[in-house]
């Protein structure tokens, strides 16, 4: 029997598509902001327009914002739901990574010639495909990673939300086939 953990076979649940509520804009807010003040949401922020509030989802590297869009239908108000990745921590990975490669080459170089007399071939002509071809699975693994443990915690802090709000939590609707309605397995 296979003992390894599923997770990595098998899609994180994505996150719900919205919030349904049946009270005022200004009513969401002052639970939200009760909640906030309460230690249950971290770094907090009320929006402007359309957007009712932006939540931090930690994610393992890159953190990521949740936030929540208003629409009044009808009588209810619903509540759409983003998850956005903050740019700052991706921008400085890049940053640090190009910045490094070049020099990563003079040091591997002296240090090889230092230590063994023999060495005597162009260090850049293999240092840089080792570490630059690399880079792409790199941050490809590192940003699934941080949208995953991102995700889980957006849907630790709609737990909290939902049940405060009252709301019904709206689930994507999963992709069929155009043809004959059967759920594409591809998805």
Known sequence: M??????????AAPLPEALVV??????????????????KLPDYHTGVGDQVFSIQAYGAPFDHHLEGFA???GPALRIT???????????????????TIWPGVWLTDSMLKTYLSWYDFQTWMWYLPLSILPLPWAAR?????????????ARETLAIIAPALGASVQSPQPKTDSVVGVLDPTT
């Open 22 to 39: 049946t009270i005022s804009r200004d009513e969401v807010v002052s639970r939200l902001e009760t909640l906030a003040r309460r230690g």
């Open 2 to 11: 296979d003992a390894r953990p599923q997770s990595d076979s098998v899609a």
């Open 71 to 73: 629409r009044q239908v």
């Open 141 to 153: 693994g590192m940003l699934r990673r941080s949208r995953e443990s991102a995700l889980a915690s």
């Open 81 to 99: 739901l983003r998850l956005r990745m903050l740019p700052k921590l991706p921008i400085i990975f890049a940053l640090v990574a190009i910045a």
